[in-house]
DNA sequence: TGTACATCAGTGAACGCGCGTTCACTGATGTAC
DNA sequence: TGTACATCAGTGAACGCGCGTTCACTGATGTAC
């Protein structure tokens, strides 16, 4: 329960915080997307909590975890993107496969906090069960994307589906790290939105998916 | 001038160390390809030099510094690389356009230090003129290939040199993040080099750069 | 060849800092009767 | 409705640690004469 303090007009939290776990997932997010995973204490994500850094045990097995919950939301939030723009391939296979390219970038810009945690925060896919399914089910979506627009390609120049996704996937990340962030410095002219539209495009149509000229 | 110590076999460094600069440079580097840049610090590098801390102020002006001559000299090789790959365009634009795709995942295999210090560490590339002029030698040469190899594509359907060389520049270093490195526990079936040779093969098809069927 | 001396490249002690983690504790909350 | 008590979710003090950086210093080297 909160009172309002009638002096500062805040919420006043009592001893208890109420909602202190999800509060510390939150400043985890914001700090690393400000400073990096390097960047970020677990003793400044309590600080931003308004609590003492030991209060964080209460939550978390310590630094590591918390970084892990914050990938693990991420991958969920990531994988309900994917399925969304992919919508069981709906209208078409290309179009449905196109979706989910933009989806991964429009994830990136949207949640760049649990962006770098899952992709650069170091911690492994591999850390607990959960963390493996909710990444697998993300991935999952690409790869189901491929398959199906595999199906159009004619069998002898056709490449393995995972070979098809991974592309894909290395394009969209390769994207958003030296274009869609200040990360290096590196400006390129052009919208990493159309970046990878046209680089996606393009590739594409190397594959005969779609009209060699439009 | 170092002498041989008769009872360990050791050659003595004596009171100066010689190469202290290039010493913590290497020293940098190794720390940085083992535990990311995070995990890099100026007393661990000064340890390994057989150093004390104080030392390096000798020779940079502190921690960032280090860093960014490492990444110097990382965009100074991998310019020479991808110079000598692209060998001015010889035998021929598409096969020399191909080879510093090549040279882009052989630098980042063979130099993991280097690559990281250059891409994740958090250094700009603005910091100094020179570190400026290093990378935008290196990604001079990969945009020159891709000025090259631009003007075999129909006029009406070829897209700014520009974006074609940023295309290629994403997927490499997609490539390199996803699948070179052991990041995220992101095992992909195929080797990288495989990867990125058929990936950046489909894209020239797509551009109508190589043919339709091979 | 020998000597005086400037310069270079290290030492080592000290600093303040923020970190992650632990511990015994205590205030707040919820529940059984 | 009231009370006793278990459980939960915080506190705050303390710990040891390694870090980056500074400072006055000193040993080694190179040079002029």
Redesign the interface.
């Known amino acids: 329960m909160s009172l309002v303090d009638p002096i500062s007009g805040m919420v006043k939290r009592g001893y208890h915080h109420g909602n202190l776990r999800q509060t510390l997932v939150a400043g985890c997010l914001s700090l690393i997307e400000k400073k ?3 960047g970020f204490s677990l003793s400044e994500a309590a600080r931003e909590a308004g609590v003492t850094p030991a209060a964080v045990y209460r939550h978390f097995e310590g630094r590591e975890d918390l970084i892990a919950e914050a990938a693990l939301q991420g991958y969920a939030i990531f994988a309900d993107l994917m399925e969304h723009a992919y919508a069981g391939g709906q209208p078409s296979d290309l179009a449905a496969f196109e979706a989910t390219g933009r989806a991964y970038l429009a994830f990136a810009r949207k949640y760049p906090g649990h962006y770098v945690a ?3 925060s ?5 850390r607990t069960p959960e963390l493996n399914a909710a ?1 697998t089910r993300a991935m999952g979506v690409l790869e189901t994307a491929a398959v199906a627009l595999s199906q159009h390609i004619p069998e002898h ?1 056709r ?2 589906p ?2 098809f996704s ?2 894909i ?7 958003v ?3 869609a962030r200040g ?4 400006k ?3 919208p990493p939105e159309d ?1 990878l539209e ?2 996606i ?8 998916l779609v009209a ?2 439009r």
Chains 1, 2 share one sequence.
């Open positions: 990096g995973p390097t899952m992709f650069e170091g911690i492994s896919i591999q990444a120049m490449p393995p995972q070979m991974a592309h996937w290395a394009m969209s990340h390769g994207v790290e030296l274009f990360s290096p410095g590196t390129s002219p052009f970046l046209t680089g495009g393009i590739y594409l149509r190397g594959l005969g060699p000229d």
